[in-house]
């Protein structure tokens, strides 16, 4: 087996607001910006955030917590982590990380790539007045082409420095500009005219939509998505920490600083959809929201939108970045641990593998939509499974020992034994079985591309 579990050589966090602020900014993500706003109002506004809020609580704080506790236990890649904890036969999913990394972020990199665009154009105040003729420019052919190389270079020149000097570093600035963009927008777009009825557009608590078969899934893979669960990224993060702090806590202020800015974001959002009459050009898609409608909302104000608008495309630029940073980290990581590469190298070579991969999601808004589907909704929650059975059955005394540095109670760690081992598994079951028909429509779409 590899090296002994901590090398002096490798890298660690400086302190404690780098650790957290890095697992944050994995988490807020494009997710956040679009992806919750619209799937709480389409779900039942206010209910299906305290549904949300639940299994944040029942099943993504866990489940975070034991993915903190491998990573901070083993000092490794979760790659080589699981393989020797467990053994042979749990290898694959070390390997299921992997393959997540890769597809997630092959197609994030073209999202960002959008984002990047948009914040330049802004900034220059060239974004068009007929903006869904601009993003579908800016959306396809070698313009996308081009983005989506632009991001991933940035991507792999963060990753290349190290975890001290290129992710701690770059998060300590980026999470605040964050936080403080998201705020300045959120009280800007509570002094629109008009937009008040967006708030209740939101958050109507609209209880017969919980009802409705799908809610459960749609909930548990959000938040599979938003807490960047599932495929080892915040557990390749906890293993470079090296002292002993209380991991539940830990992931607890992460998950409840991701469902802050979730939130946050659809108080932005549908104000301005609102003021400026915006429902046409809201697409399905939700992505047509933050692409097309949202430029056209800020068009309309003049002056104070082209201040607005810069501000909100580098705010989700930043959001997308600092994922991005933590997906590719978990595929370079593997790499420099299970194989002993410098990092230069593992970065140059996985970044470069994924940019490929991600051209054809660059081409066609069909391949993007259906490896999102495969991946994010399918793979987290196959590798949240395992991660459950892998942490609460296989090495359970091992996992609850390592947590009990840093949380004494046992009451606290019998609750949290209780909900990996039995709870999330049961949820995580039901939601893979409600997932699957939408899961096997994307792998046909993707086959019958080919
Ligand atoms: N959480 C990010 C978002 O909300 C996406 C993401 C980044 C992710 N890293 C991840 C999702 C790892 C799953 C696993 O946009």
Request: aromatic share 12%.
């Amino acid at each position: 087996m590899a090296a002994s579990p901590v090398t002096p050589q490798r890298d660690s966090w400086a302190t404690r607001a780098g650790f957290i602020l890095a697992a944050v900014g994995s988490a807020v993500g494009l997710g956040n910006m679009w992806r919750f706003p619209y799937v709480a109002s389409e779900g039942g506004g206010a209910a299906f955030v305290a549904l949300y809020l639940a299994i944040v609580a029942v099943v993504g704080i866990p489940l975070m917590t034991a993915e903190f506790v491998v990573g901070r236990l083993t000092q490794q890649s979760p790659l080589v982590a699981v393989r020797r904890l467990g053994g042979r036969r749990w290898a694959p999913l070390g390997w299921l990380f992997i393959l997540g990394g890769f597809g997630i972020l092959s197609y994030y990199s073209v999202i960002a790539g959008w984002t990047m665009r948009y914040a330049f154009d802004a900034v220059r105040n060239a974004i068009p007045s007929d903006t869904s003729g601009y993003f579908n420019e800016v959306s396809s052919g070698l313009d996308a082409v081009f983005l989506h190389l632009l991001f991933m270079a940035v991507t792999i020149w963060i990753v290349v420095q190290g975890v001290r000097k290129g992710l701690e570093r770059s998060v300590l600035v980026m999470m605040p500009v964050l936080f403080l963009l998201l705020i300045g927008l959120a009280i800007w777009a509570k002094t629109l005219d008009g937009g008040d009825p967006g708030y209740g557009y939101y958050l109507r608590p609209d209880l017969g939509a919980l009802l409705r078969p799908g809610i459960l899934a749609a909930a548990a893979g959000q938040a599979f998505y938003s807490l960047s669960l599932g495929m080892g990224a915040l557990m390749t993060y906890a293993s470079y920490l090296r002292s002993k702090e209380n991991l539940a806590r830990e992931a607890t202020v992460v998950a409840l600083s991701d469902f802050g800015v979730a939130f946050v974001a659809g108080l932005v959002v549908f104000p301005v959809i609102f003021a400026f009459d915006l429902f046409d050009t809201v697409s399905e898609s939700s992505i047509g929201t933050l692409f097309i409608a949202l430029p056209k909302g800020f068009e309309i104000l003049g002056r104070t939108g082209d201040f607005v608008d810069t501000a909100f495309f580098v705010l989700l630029f930043l959001a997308a970045l600092s994922s991005a940073i933590s997906l590719l980290e978990v595929v370079v990581t593997a790499i420099i641990d299970r194989w002993g590469w410098r990092r230069g190298r593992a970065a140059l070579v996985a970044g470069g593998a994924i940019t490929l991969l991600g051209i054809p999601s660059a081409l066609d808004l069909a391949v993007l939509g259906a490896i999102d589907q495969i991946s994010g909704n399918f793979l987290l929650l196959v590798g949240g499974l395992g991660i459950a059975f892998f942490v609460g059955w296989r090495i359970f005394p091992q996992a609850d020992a390592e947590l009990a540095q840093g949380l004494r109670s046992p009451r606290l760690r019998w609750v949290w034994g209780a909900l990996v081992r039995f709870v999330a598994p049961v949820v995580l079951v039901a939601v893979l079985v409600s997932a699957w028909p939408a899961t096997w429509a994307a792998v046909r779409t993707l086959l019958g591309l080919e």
